[in-house]
């Protein structure tokens, strides 16, 4: 079974500092792994997939993420946070036929 | 495009009644998933429909039901509503699943489902 875990309930930096949310897979074969933002009331955005290829994957909005086979992680970053960044962040890895499986999410604040 | 679009947006029941949520996928997609997201928690995968079939489910009771039409828009349907059936309702629409492994799930913003 795949799954995915997010350690951190909450994640606290200020305006300007680097932002790093932290999550892990389990995995049976290769993973396919997503990071998804909710804003408070709406659905899930996209911010950015690993799927093969590069272990530093670029996204939406000046987030990136580092995916590292050996420690099984896959690591949320950006490098200057905005207060506009506060929101949940989900982290998910997916099936061969597009099931996602979450995290249970990171509450992310940025501080003024 | 309009991406993905659910409704209604909100939706208020009573213990023990039936409820039918309604999904139109991105323009493209023919894969239509449904996620329960209860308060404070994750995402989870309730079943998938692909060419008018349930493909996958998850660890949900029969209650749960749905339908998905020939142009690929989807009902998720669930009877003898719980109090804990109370979550926001996700559909997620993507690719072929023949097709590329690529593409992105994209979300609709959900149905507020309130049982009572």
């Known amino acids: 079974a795949q799954s995915v875990a997010q350690p951190e309930d909450q994640v606290n930096v200020a305006e300007g500092n680097p932002l790093t949310v932290k999550c892990t897979y389990s995995v049976s074969g290769n993973p396919y792994l997503f990071w998804y933002v909710q804003y408070p009331n709406r659905g899930l955005q996209f911010l950015l997939k690993y799927i093969t290829g590069d272990n530093l994957v670029k996204g939406s909005y000046g987030f990136e993420a580092e995916f590292n086979k050996s420690q099984t992680s896959f690591h949320l970053k950006k490098p200057s946070a905005l207060v506009s960044d506060s929101a949940l962040y989900f982290c998910a890895v997916r099936d061969m036929v597009y099931k996602l499986s979450f995290g249970a999410g990171t509450t992310v604040t940025v501080r003024a | 495009d309009a991406g993905v679009t659910q409704s209604p947006t909100h939706l208020i029941k009573t213990r023990g009644q039936q409820v039918t949520l309604r999904c139109s996928p991105k323009s493209g997609h023919d894969t239509v998933s449904w996620y329960q997201q209860a308060l404070g928690q994750g995402p989870q995968f309730i079943f998938q429909y692909y060419e008018e079939e349930e493909r996958q489910r998850g660890n949900f009771p029969d209650r749960f039901s749905g339908h998905q039409f020939p142009n690929y828009s989807s009902e998720l349907n669930v009877n003898a509503l719980l109090l804990g059936d109370s979550a926001l309702y996700l559909c997620?629409?993507?690719?072929?699943?023949?097709?590329?492994?690529?593409?992105?799930?994209?979300f609709g913003q959900g149905t507020r489902l309130t049982v009572v």
């Open positions: 997620a629409s993507s690719g072929r699943v023949t097709g590329s492994m690529n593409t992105e799930a994209f």
